[in-house]
């Protein structure tokens, strides 16, 4: 069973620091993303890992925020720097074996998501 299971979303004053997890099951070694959905906006991505931990990130997020793999542990984070109240979204892991790709139907599974909330 292919399951994603995200956690470390918080309120955070602007300018801090975050670092999310997405913990995956099921598959051996996925291409993966992380995707934000801010109330009435569409999801959009905001990193992308390859299967060989290359990364792409999102203009808005660039040279701030850090998608990395473990994959002793199965896991992937997301390092998040110099937050802004416009980073504040609902968070989401995804994995598929479609790499590159920056539309969510390019994901298979997802997880529940965790929220992050940015104060001004």
């Known amino acids: 069973e292919v399951q994603l299971v995200e956690s470390g979303g918080d309120l955070v004053q602007a300018g801090g620091s975050l670092r999310l997890s997405c913990a995956w099951s099921g598959y051996s070694r996925p291409c993966m993303a992380w995707f934000r959905q801010a109330p009435g906006k569409e999801r959009e991505g905001v990193a992308l890992?390859?299967?060989?931990?290359?990364?792409t990130y999102a203009d808005s997020v660039k040279g701030r925020f850090t998608v990395s793999r473990d994959i002793a542990k199965n896991t992937v984070y997301l390092e998040m720097n110099s937050l802004q109240p416009e980073d504040s979204a609902m968070y989401y892991c995804?994995?598929?074996?479609?790499?590159?790709?920056?539309?969510?139907?390019?994901?298979?599974?997802w997880g529940q998501g965790t929220q992050v909330t940015v104060s001004s």
């Open positions: 995804a994995a598929g074996y479609l790499c590159g790709s920056w539309s969510p139907g390019g994901y298979t599974s």
């Open positions: 890992l390859d299967t060989l931990s290359r990364t």
